[in-house]
């Protein structure tokens, strides 16, 4: 039967109850109608499969299975083609498991460091983050596993997460916080979206209809199922009123007696509950026809795809010439990330690895020396781990410090106060480049970190949390095997008082007031012209690469054609690497505040030495758009606009200027308080204003008056006798007409 068949068939007590899970992890099934109950699991970068008690912090049992890199990692690798092969692997791993829907991936937005869940976001752009998802989406469901993109939306901090309130304006919210979710539905062709703990602007978003409705179902037309967040829902019926469809988790206490009640007084339209049933039972027959009985794992093939990725994504931020590292050298592996790796974040996504591999398990046949060098429980004798650190390094020709954040410092349900390195580590790696002119650090963490010692370090390699093969991966980067090509997703400030939410983080009284606007991460430090430590995009390589004759297809153009964009890009080194070309965009001059610049586009070519290859891009009308409230919609001011290849948000390398003339016209409402000059730009009233002004005066030279003219409102023509009231009423009548 189809979906609509089964609706027809079901009590209204069925279709209530329907809306609310079985357990922690399945759907409920209708045993009458034939309609079974498939299963659901956690898991952005592996998977969480509990097959005895549920939770949803990642405390109790899970199958054993492979850990890939976080979505911070895989950001980081700028690749879709690598996001997709992960898809992929997941999808396999997920019908082998029979589980039918995968509970990722995490697009929110990194707003501030300090989000403790960082590690399971993607980026501080929204461009970034919504490619990256999509091809990891179009990967997971092309292996018939539904995706689960959440937390929707701005969900951007773990403090209060069930209860906080995110208020943020029209504009930022389209521009900032919503595309990456768009991008997931529109090219992803996500199935399924879980709606956020959080409130945005007073409504919590399981009951957020402009959310729910107004954006997902009728501005993106989405045709999937909306699922909760696990324990988000204050009210059922006006949930499903606003577009909630399912309720995660269920109990046998979820009976749906609210909503039935709901139907039964008026409270709910029996309507929109059939809404909600239909979209689970299209999710629930959709899932049965393509679950794939018999489907085997290779675990060998998953961890060498997870030790592969992990060298997509790996961040060199820093080289003096320290790197690569020479296998006739001693070396001294430093700290005790070397034997025991930091390679996930802890809450929901914790996946349950029977082995993970160590840069010291995997560096065994070189001629390494290892010192702990500080206990990351802090727990031990400091001093003395340190004093031996230093004994060691002095032997080795290289001392590579293995550092970064703790379990502790970065988990689901706590943000961090602080962006430091524990103060054991940062003393060790003080002391060490004191006594050692050839130090490099390795960097194990989901977000960024401060250096206050990156200036007397030789080579910063970044990590961030790579997965089981973290070790593995880290071994093949710093001696060469492997060439790093991952760019920042984020910016790394230089302190956490640079931050641009720094002031409303977490916020107050239970309100995270998104004050600092559009300018979010890179957005906001090069608008300042901020020193930062690393900026977004950033990555080194142990090649070098130059970009030449960057072109357009149109020097003009409307904001209805599309634009192709080409660059050539060539390998000007003597080793093979890979090059992350970035195409950013400019507005020369805008009546609104933008950016100076945002990224539009990016690929990762491979290049062998001396090779040359030319990049395509394609933009339209978003990428030269900001989100106008005027008209509710995206609006392009005419005018110049500059396209830039760059290395990263500061690292600009070719540039050329082409015309868009905007094709939308915004509303236009004058009144007694519109300005003189604002009046200037009207197309009726700019002719008519200039006739009542005094001679000369809009084309004065004085910089002075013309401001004063400009700045008034149409009230002073009647106070200085150049119109009477009546004749102004009438001429605002007509403008408006």
Not at 64 to 83: G, I, L, Q, W
Not at 371 to 392: F, H, I, K, N, W
Not at 434 to 439: G, K, V, Y
Not at 694 to 713: L, N, Y
Request: with cysteine.
């Amino acid at each position: 039967m189809t979906a609509e068949q089964l609706l027809a068939k079901m009590t209204l007590q069925e279709k209530a109850a329907f809306c609310s899970g079985a357990d922690f992890w399945h759907t409920k099934a209708i045993e009458r109608l034939g309609v079974p109950s498939v299963m659901m699991c956690d898991g952005p970068h592996g998977l969480r499969k509990q097959e005895g008690a549920g939770d949803h912090l990642g405390l109790n049992d899970s199958i054993e299975t492979v850990c890939y890199p976080t979505a911070a990692a895989m950001a980081s690798s700028f690749d879709c083609v690598a996001m997709a092969r992960l898809g992929k692997a997941l999808g396999r791993e997920c019908q082998a498991e029979g589980i039918s829907m995968l509970l990722g991936p995490g697009v929110n937005i990194k707003r501030s460091p300090l989000c403790g869940r960082n590690f399971e976001y993607l980026s501080e752009d929204p461009c970034l983050a919504g490619q990256m998802a999509a091809a990891y989406i179009r990967a997971l469901q092309e292996q018939g596993v539904s995706a689960c993109v959440k937390h929707f939306a701005c969900n951007n901090q773990e403090t209060l997460r069930m209860t906080g309130d995110s208020r943020v304006d029209e504009r930022t919210l389209h521009e900032i916080y919503l595309p990456a979710f768009e991008a997931a539905v529109k090219e992803g062709g996500a199935r399924s979206i879980m709606c956020a703990y959080n409130a945005v602007n007073g409504t919590f978003c399981a009951e957020n209809k402009a959310l729910l409705t107004d954006v997902l179902r009728d501005q993106w037309d989405f045709e999937g199922m909306v699922v909760t967040d696990w324990g988000a829902v204050k009210g059922r019926a006006a949930g499903i009123a606003a577009g909630l469809d399912l309720e995660m988790p269920g109990s046998p206490a979820s009976t749906g007696d609210e909503l039935v009640q709901a139907v039964k007084d008026g409270t709910l339209a029996e309507a929109d509950l059939d809404r909600a049933v239909l979209n689970l039972l299209r999710f629930i027959l959709q899932s049965t026809a393509e679950q794939q009985p018999g489907v085997t794992i290779d675990r060998d093939a998953c961890r060498r795809l997870s030790r592969e990725l992990v060298g997509e994504c790996a961040v060199l931020m820093k080289n003096d010439g320290a790197l690569p590292l020479d296998e006739g050298k001693t070396v001294a592996f430093i700290g005790a990330f070397a034997a025991q790796p930091r390679y996930q974040g802890a809450g929901s996504s914790h996946i349950n690895v029977p082995h993970a591999v160590s840069a010291m398990e995997a560096a065994q046949g070189l001629n390494v020396v290892y010192a702990q060098g500080y206990d990351p429980t802090g727990s031990a004798d400091a001093a003395a781990l340190r004093e031996e650190a230093v004994r060691v390094a002095c032997q080795a020709d290289t001392a590579v410090i293995f550092a970064g954040l703790t379990d502790d410092d970065e988990c689901e349900g706590v943000d961090r106060t602080h962006m430091k390195l524990p103060d054991e580590q940062n003393a060790l790696i003080e002391a060490i480049t004191a006594i050692h002119p050839r130090t490099v650090v390795v960097l194990h963490g989901g977000s960024p970190m401060e250096l206050p010692w990156q200036d007397r370090v030789q080579a910063i390699l970044c990590m961030y949390l790579g997965g089981e093969q973290t070790g593995a991966a880290a071994v093949d980067l710093l001696y060469g095997s492997v060439n790093p090509s991952g760019h920042l997703a984020e910016t790394w400030p230089l302190k956490m008082a640079d931050n641009p939410a720094h002031l409303n983080f977490p916020g107050e009284e239970g309100v995270a007031t998104y004050a600092e606007g559009i300018f979010t991460g890179y957005r906001y430090y090069d608008k300042k012209e901020m020193d930062v430590a690393y900026p977004f995009g950033h990555g080194l390589s142990y090649t070098s690469f130059s970009y030449s004759n960057l072109r357009a297809d149109k020097t003009q153009l409307r904001d209805t054609d599309m634009l192709q964009v080409q660059v050539d890009v060539t390998n000007t080194g003597s080793r093979p690497g890979k090059v992350v070309v970035q195409l950013y965009v400019r507005d020369h001059e805008s009546t609104v505040r933008r950016p100076i610049r945002e990224l539009k586009a990016f690929e990762k070519v491979l290049l062998q030495p001396s090779e040359t290859a030319t990049v395509t891009f394609t933009l339209d009308k978003r990428a030269f758009a900001y989100w106008e409230p005027k008209c509710s919609g995206w609006y392009v001011e005419s005018g110049a606009f500059e396209l830039e290849i760059g290395e990263s948000s500061r690292d600009i390398r070719q540039h050329i200027t082409i015309m868009v003339e905007g094709t939308t016209l915004l509303p236009f409402i004058v009144t007694e308080t519109t300005t003189i000059g604002q009046l200037m730009k009207h197309p009726k009233g700019a002719a008519f204003i200039s006739q009542m002004l005094p001679a000369g005066s809009s084309t004065s030279g004085d910089k002075t008056v013309q401001a004063m003219i400009t700045d008034m409102p149409l009230t002073a023509l009647v106070s200085y006798g150049r119109m009477t009231p009546q004749q102004l009423q009438g001429l605002i009548q007509m403008l408006n007409a």
